[in-house]
């Protein structure tokens, strides 16, 4: 029998206390769990693909390219990435018993969704400007909407998360 729980901890039961916030180390520990979780993947589907992990900002953030161009396409779409990240959590969780902030790249799949959330923030700034008073965007992940308040911040806008779980989103004001 494992003391882990069966039931995933999710990222709103986390305490909002950076002195519980994991080590380097434990990081560390994180990306290579990960990382041998992606790699049995990989072999299972037969694509090739270099992963690299890294951990910074209280997170491990594995990346996993290939230099033949098109193998990992099928695995870079944003849905698919975003069910493939909460597999290796869980299975990183599993392991460690602890909750895992892990940020998973596949084929440049989230610079290509941080520049989607750019338009979208250029476009929601538009509407301000166009005489809005505010704009909210469409619910999204913690991460995403992290990424989008710092957008806003160096476009010289401020915004805040609003609502309650898989209805939080951000409202961007002057």
């Known amino acids: 029998m494992s003391d882990v729980t069966d039931t995933p901890i999710t990222e709103a039961e986390l305490p909002e ?12 520990e994180e990306g290579d769990i990960a990382a ?16 690299e992990i890294d951990a910074r900002g209280g997170r491990s953030y594995l990346s996993v390219t290939s230099s033949e161009g098109d193998s990992l396409r099928v695995l870079s ?4 990435v975003g069910a493939l990240q909460e597999l290796t ?12 902030r892990l ?14 959330l750019g338009a979208l923030v250029d ?5 301000i400007e166009g005489g ?6 469409p619910p ?3 991460y995403e909407r992290k990424l989008v308040h710092d957008i806003v911040s160096e476009r010289g806008f401020t915004s805040e998360s609003e609502g309650e779980g898989k209805d939080r989103h951000t409202v961007i004001t002057r």
């Open 17 to 28: 206390s950076t002195e519980d916030a994991p080590t380097t180390t434990q990081l560390e």
């Open 36 to 51: 041998d979780y992606i790699e049995e993947l990989l072999d299972i589907a037969d694509l090739d693909g270099d992963i």
């Open 77 to 80: 779409k944003p849905e698919t």
């Open 89 to 100: 959590r869980i299975a990183v969780q599993t392991k460690t018993g602890s909750f895992s």
């Open 103 to 116: 940020i998973l790249d596949i084929g440049g799949s989230r610079d290509a969704r941080a520049a989607e």
């Open 123 to 127: 476009r929601a700034i538009e509407r």
């Open 132 to 137: 809005a008073s505010s704009a909210a965007l």
């Open 140 to 142: 999204m992940s913690s």
